[in-house]
């Protein structure tokens, strides 16, 4: 009899949790200014990993966590807990201290951040200017914003239902891959949580790239992810790329039909909609169904080595 691990089973939490309510959007911008003052703090303190992957947050059973974050003698942790509403910093020598996220400005958010890691003895500084005004909306350092804000509680609830879930799902995806990938993790630069397959290829251009870039975009990959809208897309959705971008990209269908290919100046996505995920009857698999097609399509037309480009599903492993 063959065995199915229970976290393969069709689940409906994308269907309960519409993100698209009153405010959304100025919702959105709020958390992501969040997002880039705790991955700032993580960022400046946190050992350097290969692709960036030292600034990035994670998905936790509450929220957003920075994680563990070496700090002299021992370690501490940042956690947005979009539950309570609150956020906590814990050390690990037992000593801990949490602020509301419901603050009258940024820069009151950043104050009571920075005045409670010193009064536990964390001293830390950041560039207080918001990393790519573009995406953020802000040219105001945050230590400077007094601007006054709302902090939406059902907002911060459902993207964060909607990102445990994609969580998942992204975990589930990467088990099926034999190569190199990166952790799933929430960058706060673009704001979108994340999953990375690597080919194994350097890319040997980089002419024109800045220093974090070239980073970035070393070698060869296919991503795939979630956002909760930008200025291209401003809706939530999910998506696929590849880099270095191969030619006739598009040419294929993806999986399922409502899934589509975006084409713009910084190349070719594969979108599907968080709507459009809603409405299918297993959602679940369906992101699992698109992410697939995106992939095959994509390593298929790179030229990626074929033992990287099979995948199986988890429950291959647990005959």
Same mark, same amino acid.
């Given at each position: ?26 919702? !959105? ?270 390593? !298929? ?10 995948? !199986? ?7």
């Amino acid at each position: 009899m063959e065995t199915i691990s229970s976290i393969e089973q069709p689940v409906d939490q994308y269907k309960e949790n519409d993100l698209q309510i009153e405010g959304w959007r100025d919702a !959105r911008h709020l958390l992501h200014l969040y997002a880039q003052i705790i991955g700032k703090i993580r960022l400046r303190l946190h050992p350097k990993l290969n692709h960036w992957w030292h600034a990035t947050l994670a998905i936790s059973t509450v929220g957003w966590t920075t994680g563990i974050i070496p700090y002299k003698e021992g370690c501490f942790e940042i956690e947005l807990n979009f539950i309570d509403h609150v956020l906590w910093i814990r050390k690990s020598d037992g000593l801990g201290q949490h602020i509301n996220l419901n603050q009258p400005s940024i820069k009151m958010f950043h104050d009571t951040l920075f005045d409670s890691l010193k009064s536990l003895g964390i001293e830390v500084s950041i560039d207080e200017m918001p990393f790519d005004e573009s995406k953020v909306k802000s040219h105001i350092l945050f230590n400077k914003d007094d601007r006054p804000i709302t902090y939406n509680p059902d907002f911060s609830y459902n993207l964060w239902k909607v990102q445990l879930e994609t969580d998942i799902t992204l975990q589930i995806f990467k088990g099926r891959f034999s190569g190199m990938s990166s952790p799933v993790q929430l960058f706060w630069h673009e704001f979108d949580l994340s999953l990375t397959f690597f080919s194994g290829r350097k890319v040997l251009s980089s002419n024109g790239m800045d220093k974090i870039s070239k980073e970035a975009y070393s070698h060869e990959f296919i991503s795939f992810g979630f956002w909760a809208g930008d200025d291209n897309i401003d809706e939530p959705a999910y998506y696929s790329c590849v880099y270095p971008e191969p030619k006739n990209l598009s040419e294929e269908q993806l999986i399922p039909l409502e899934a589509f290919w975006n084409h713009q100046e910084t190349g070719t996505t594969a979108i599907l909609t968080y709507r459009d995920l809603q409405n299918s009857p297993d959602p679940r698999q369906s992101l699992l169904d698109f992410m697939e097609s995106a992939f095959m399509v994509g390593s !298929r037309k790179a030229k990626w080595d074929k033992d990287l480009m099979l995948l !199986r599903p988890l429950n291959y492993f647990l005959h």
